[in-house]
């Protein structure tokens, strides 16, 4: 598969190519040139596929022969090793637990597919590769965790120190050891992100260092993201024996790469009504979808803090699908957004009457579909992208009562951190990747 750039400045690039650049150099975002249709059998026996199965089916379209089946086959069946369970939580509506991974949030399975390939490619080329990566929290422990072993490749995380990242997010990005190194910055995440820009644009270091980044806006992040709803849509199946009514996916949405992943499976031909582009008061792309003026601005914090976005990336991505057209945009997406107090109320709500814990995130989600069932006859699937204990003190303070935390991620807390601190000066991180 050939992929090119939304910026159409730069020549098109392979699956390799893409994946290592992550951005294209003229700063659009890549996408694959054609969109693969899968066999009408595929969609007949989702029921009965399982989600490697799934995932080899989609992935290889996408990878073509760069990657041999048979290791693209053990690349899926690694990254895939965990549970995705559909809940229904009420009549017509169905949580997506995406959080059942290494992490307990979503972005595991981006990040172990980003990590395999590159390892894949370094370990045919027999490269060692550098990955740098500055997090502000949930990002960097995906990337560390889904990068953890991985053969040929080394990572160096850069957070900010000094109780800027939460402890629970610190104990995961500190612990792991082996081939992850966590820096300990005295600054701030800005400082992190600047001294990880200047590496990138230091010529005289990667010439003697094979550097890459490991950017949520890369293609390998997105594709297997696309997996969750050909799976979803299997489940229902074989919950509801037959589909009765219009299937709707409600998406907690920050970046918006789990929602484009989501319009990926729809041209890919499943059978999708609508996509709910569900947001926090950053609501930049609901606001877009009903003014048709996509105006970028200074996020905002809130308690579904990995959806304080105020310029949504994979915006570009969306665009170029619909050719800049707003009208058809609506076609396939409704936007909703919803405050702090809301999200809390919800939770709330849910959790006293039906028995079932949401996090903050999940929480929009499933606003964001009861909005639209009110007005359209629909099944609907909310993706439930964190583990209702990764945001404890939220979670506890709206339903006011503890709750456990789940043993692995208990377990993390136990463990002593292991962090080099630095001042936030780049020489210094310049210095320290020249001596390892
Ligand atoms: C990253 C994240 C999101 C937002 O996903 P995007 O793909 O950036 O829209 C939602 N919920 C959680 C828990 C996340 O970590």
Same mark, same amino acid.
């Given at each position: 598969?050939?992929?090119?750039?939304?910026?159409?400045?730069?020549?098109?690039?392979?699956?390799?190519?893409?994946?290592?650049?992550?951005?294209?150099?003229?700063?659009?975002?890549?996408?694959?040139?054609?969109?693969?249709?899968?066999?009408?059998?595929?969609?007949?026996?989702?029921?009965?596929?399982?989600?490697?199965?799934?995932?080899?089916?989609?992935?290889?379209?996408?990878?073509?022969?760069?990657?041999?089946?048979?290791?693209?086959?053990?690349?899926?069946?690694?990254?895939?090793?965990?549970?995705?369970?559909?809940?229904?939580?009420?009549?017509?509506?169905?949580?997506?637990?995406? =959080?059942?991974?290494?992490?307990?949030?979503?972005?595991?399975?981006?990040?172990?597919?980003?990590?395999?390939?590159?390892?894949?490619?370094?370990?045919?080329?027999?490269?060692?590769?550098?990955?740098?990566?500055?997090?502000?929290?949930?990002?960097?422990? /995906?990337?560390?965790?889904?990068?953890?072993?991985?053969? %040929?490749?080394?990572?160096?995380?850069?957070?900010?120190? %000094?109780?800027?990242?939460?402890?629970?997010?610190?104990?995961?990005?500190?612990?792991?050891?082996?081939?992850?190194?966590?820096?300990?910055?005295?600054?701030?995440?800005?400082?992190?992100?600047?001294?990880?820009?200047?590496?990138?644009?230091?010529?005289?270091?990667?010439?003697?260092?094979?550097?890459?980044? /490991?950017?949520?806006?890369?293609?390998?992040?997105?594709?297997?993201?696309?997996?969750?709803?050909?799976?979803?849509?299997?489940?229902?199946?074989?919950?509801?024996?037959?589909?009765?009514?219009?299937?709707?996916?409600?998406?907690?949405?920050?970046?918006?790469?789990?929602?484009?992943?989501?319009?990926?499976?729809?041209?890919?031909?499943?059978?999708?009504?609508?996509?709910?582009?569900?947001?926090?008061?950053?609501?930049?792309?609901?606001?877009?979808?009903?003014?048709?003026?996509?105006?970028?601005?200074?996020?905002?914090?809130?308690?579904?803090?990995?959806?304080?976005?105020?310029?949504?990336?994979?915006?570009?991505?969306?665009?170029?699908?619909?050719?800049?057209?707003?009208?058809?945009?609506?076609?396939?997406?409704?936007?909703?957004?919803?405050?702090?107090?809301?999200?809390?109320?919800?939770?709330?709500?849910?959790?006293?009457?039906?028995? =079932?814990?949401?996090?903050?995130? %999940?929480?929009?989600?499933?606003?964001?579909?009861?909005?639209?069932?009110?007005?359209?006859?629909?099944? %609907?699937?909310?993706?439930?992208?964190?583990?209702?204990?990764?945001?404890?003190?939220?979670?506890?303070?709206?339903?006011?009562?503890?709750?456990?935390?789940?043993?692995?991620?208990?377990?993390?807390?136990?463990?002593?951190?292991?962090?080099?601190?630095?001042?936030?000066?780049?020489?210094?991180?310049?210095?320290?990747?020249?001596?390892?």
């Amino acid at each position: 598969m050939q992929y090119y750039s939304t910026n159409r400045q730069v020549k098109q690039a392979n699956f390799r190519e893409a994946i290592f650049k992550g951005l294209p150099a003229d700063n659009g975002l890549f996408l694959p040139i054609n969109i693969p249709q899968l066999p009408s059998s595929f969609f007949e026996n989702l029921s009965s596929l399982s989600l490697p199965e799934i995932g080899l089916a989609v992935a290889k379209e996408f990878v073509g022969e760069e990657i041999p089946l048979d290791d693209l086959k053990k690349i899926i069946s690694e990254v895939l090793n965990f549970e995705i369970p559909l809940r229904e939580v009420e009549n017509n509506v169905f949580s997506l637990e995406l =959080y059942h991974g290494p992490t307990f949030a979503f972005k595991d399975v981006g990040a172990r597919f980003l990590a395999r390939c590159l390892s894949y490619f370094v370990t045919q080329s027999k490269e060692q590769l550098t990955i740098l990566v500055a997090t502000s929290g949930d990002t960097g422990s /995906a990337v560390a965790n889904g990068f953890y072993n991985v053969p %040929g490749i080394e990572v160096i995380l850069l957070y900010p120190g %000094g109780g800027k990242v939460s402890k629970i997010q610190e104990q995961q990005l500190t612990t792991l050891g082996g081939n992850i190194t966590a820096l300990e910055i005295n600054g701030t995440f800005d400082d992190c992100q600047r001294m990880v820009k200047e590496a990138f644009l230091d010529s005289e270091l990667r010439g003697k260092k094979n550097l890459t980044s /490991a950017n949520s806006i890369n293609i390998a992040r997105l594709i297997p993201q696309s997996f969750y709803y050909f799976h979803a849509f299997g489940l229902l199946q074989k919950n509801k024996n037959s589909i009765d009514k219009p299937v709707v996916f409600s998406v907690p949405s920050g970046n918006y790469g789990n929602l484009s992943a989501g319009l990926l499976a729809k041209k890919m031909g499943l059978g999708v009504d609508h996509i709910v582009a569900a947001s926090n008061i950053n609501k930049v792309v609901p606001d877009y979808l009903s003014s048709g003026v996509f105006d970028p601005r200074p996020s905002v914090m809130t308690i579904s803090n990995a959806m304080d976005v105020g310029d949504p990336s994979n915006f570009a991505r969306m665009n170029d699908w619909y050719q800049g057209s707003l009208e058809e945009m609506q076609k396939d997406i409704a936007g909703y957004w919803y405050n702090d107090e809301q999200t809390k109320a919800a939770l709330l709500k849910i959790y006293k009457e039906k028995q =079932y814990l949401m996090d903050p995130h %999940g929480a929009i989600g499933y606003l964001g579909l009861k909005a639209y069932q009110k007005i359209n006859e629909a099944t %609907g699937i909310f993706l439930e992208t964190a583990h209702p204990a990764k945001f404890i003190d939220v979670v506890e303070e709206a339903i006011d009562e503890k709750i456990e935390i789940p043993a692995s991620l208990a377990a993390c807390l136990e463990q002593s951190k292991v962090a080099i601190e630095m001042e936030p000066d780049y020489e210094k991180l310049k210095e320290f990747l020249l001596s390892k």
